[in-house]
């Protein structure tokens, strides 16, 4: 049986079509969420902290769920389902990743971590491989830590690894290593933490044949100075609050980097997936060394490299993000 519309509703889904048409900035009800599993080893520094809310905040990412890696993922795991929860995000799955000994970096964050509860134990790398053969082509892999997990799920089912759409990454170091500060001249490329904590499981991503974004030290040490401190960490959101109680344990705890501005190294991917243009890419063929670099090859490239980003950009992105007040 055929319906005809009435005139008034014809004019709405009339403007409605033409809204989503719209080549710049297209509304929120139009677009597709761009679908997202977060491999993240929250607790340590504080990037990842920052990282989360500003996923949690973004209405084009569809966290699919997160899943803890390196060091104690229980107690990760516990972090997460606490901040999730007080920011109205416990939907989220959460999966728990390889545990790992030896890690040399402080949890700084093990005190807001301990209010958590502990999820359900679901082990990441069944998770992750189950969420990409549920949606073959559909997800991005948000690789923020040591790359264990990943490895793990490679060798188990390179197969159905390769069905991701990507992987963006914060990870390496290609031309520039680490740096106290953006007025002195850049190091040489450095072993980064995230490659060099677990080599195996970055050689086989590098190998896997997986479309990689990859946002290296050159282009992730972005600082988050005190006027913007301020202005998050004061705000009184649950995602800043959360954000504040996590950035002073951050602050009172032991660091060997010793800095009470964080580098929001983590942060870097997440605003990419938002705006592109924030980290404009190369494309490279990466090699992950035996002792830990990632050196750039000759060859066919495997990965898109983002070695400088805009921080005007960046900013205007996460700021405004983190400052919005979620009903």
Request: neutral net charge; glycine residues 6%; proline residues 8%.
């Amino acid at each position: 049986m055929a319906y005809s519309l009435s005139r008034p509703l014809r004019g709405l889904l009339s403007i409605l079509a033409l809204s989503c048409a719209a080549v710049l900035a297209p509304p929120a009800h139009c677009a597709e969420r761009l679908k997202v599993i977060v491999d993240m080893d929250i607790g340590d520094d504080i990037d990842d902290s920052f990282a989360l809310a500003l996923l949690l905040q973004s209405p084009e990412i569809e966290i699919v769920g997160i899943t803890t890696a390196w060091g104690d993922t229980a107690l990760r795991a516990q972090l997460l389902e606490r901040m999730l929860r007080e920011t109205g995000h416990s939907g989220i799955p959460v999966a728990q990743g390889i545990a790992s000994t030896g890690n040399p970096q402080p949890f700084t964050q093990a005190r807001y971590a301990r209010r958590g509860k502990l999820p359900a134990k679901v082990p990441a790398v069944d998770f992750l491989l189950d969420q990409i053969k549920r949606q073959p082509g559909q997800i991005t892999l948000l690789a923020l830590g040591p790359l264990t997990n990943v490895g793990a799920a490679i060798e188990r089912d390179p197969a159905a690894f390769g069905k991701l759409k990507q992987v963006a990454m914060m990870g390496g170091s290609v031309r520039a290593g680490y740096r106290k500060s953006q007025y002195v001249p850049p190091r040489p490329a450095d072993k980064e933490y995230n490659i060099a904590s677990d080599i195996a499981g970055a050689q086989k991503l590098f190998k896997s044949g997986v479309p990689i974004v990859m946002m290296p030290l050159d282009s992730t040490q972005i600082r988050l100075d005190e006027v913007e401190r301020n202005a998050l960490l004061g705000h009184g959101s649950p995602v800043t609050d959360a954000l504040a109680l996590m950035y002073h344990q951050w602050i009172d705890a032991y660091q060997p980097w010793s800095s009470n501005m964080p580098s929001l190294f983590d942060v870097v991917p997440v605003t990419w997936m938002i705006d592109p243009t924030v980290c404009p890419t190369t494309p490279l063929r990466i090699v992950v060394t035996d002792d830990g670099y990632t050196r750039e090859e000759a060859g066919t490239p495997n990965a898109a490299v983002c070695l400088a980003s805009d921080q005007k950009r960046f900013f205007n992105i996460l700021m405004p993000r983190l400052l919005e007040d979620k009903p």
